[in-house]
């Protein structure tokens, strides 16, 4: 299984220079939908870090007056976030990331990070960003309980389709990379109720 061959590392994060984007780490709307051009996709994890509905959407899976409740990181150091590593073609990085500014401005910023990926030869590392919504920013929804997260999904949509769809794809992509997160798998059940 994926999880069980890395090594321990702690994450580290750090100041994002455009130099550092050739790999990318996505762990939510970036795994099922990625709409970047990409020289190789990888399973990958941070480790620190936990996925959570902590991030209010207005512009793609809500609207200002119903928003709508998308994922961010947030800080676990006995755990890890698995999603998957996107490879840039180098001299692609800066307008990949250009794009990626304008997709992800509802409070994301570039955060640097070690993302650990399987290679053939065991557990490869590298540095490079991810999209991450700190708390604080404008559109920071912060814990809820799941019943009240759940019916903000359910009541939720915009320009890029439901939000319990944004739910479901993203739930849907980590069972066929074989990733068991339970705070999403709680999310779908109660959307199912
Ligand atoms: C990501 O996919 O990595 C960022 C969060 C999102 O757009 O869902």
């Known amino acids: 299984m994926l999880r069980k061959s890395f ?10 220079t455009p130099t550092d984007a050739c790999w990318i780490f996505g762990y939510g709307s970036l795994i099922f939908r990625p709409a970047i051009p990409f020289v190789e996709r990888r399973p990958a ?9 902590w991030q209010w959407s207005t512009d793609h899976r809500g609207q ?6 998308v994922v961010t990181l947030a800080p676990a150091p006995d755990d890890c976030c698995w999603g998957i590593a996107y490879r840039l073609e180098e001299g692609e990085a800066e307008s990949v990331l250009a794009g990626l500014d304008v997709r992800e401005c509802g409070g994301y910023v570039r955060m640097g990070i070690e993302i650990e990926m399987n290679g053939e030869a065991g557990a490869e590392r590298a540095a490079g960003l991810t999209y991450q919504a700190w708390p604080g920013n404008r559109n920071y929804a912060g814990p809820a309980p799941i019943d009240e997260i759940a019916s903000q999904v359910a009541a939720a949509t915009g320009p ?5 769809d944004y739910v479901r794809d993203l739930d849907a992509a980590l069972n066929t990379l074989g990733v068991a997160d339970t ?8 959307l199912g109720e």
């Open 7 to 16: 090594h321990p590392a702690a994450v580290q994060s750090r100041v994002v």
């Open 45 to 53: 994890r941070v480790r620190g870090w936990t996925r959570r509905f």
């Open 64 to 69: 200002p007056w119903r928003p709508g409740r």
């Open 160 to 164: 890029s389709g439901t939000n319990a």
């Open 183 to 190: 705070h999403v798998a709680a999310l779908v059940a109660k």
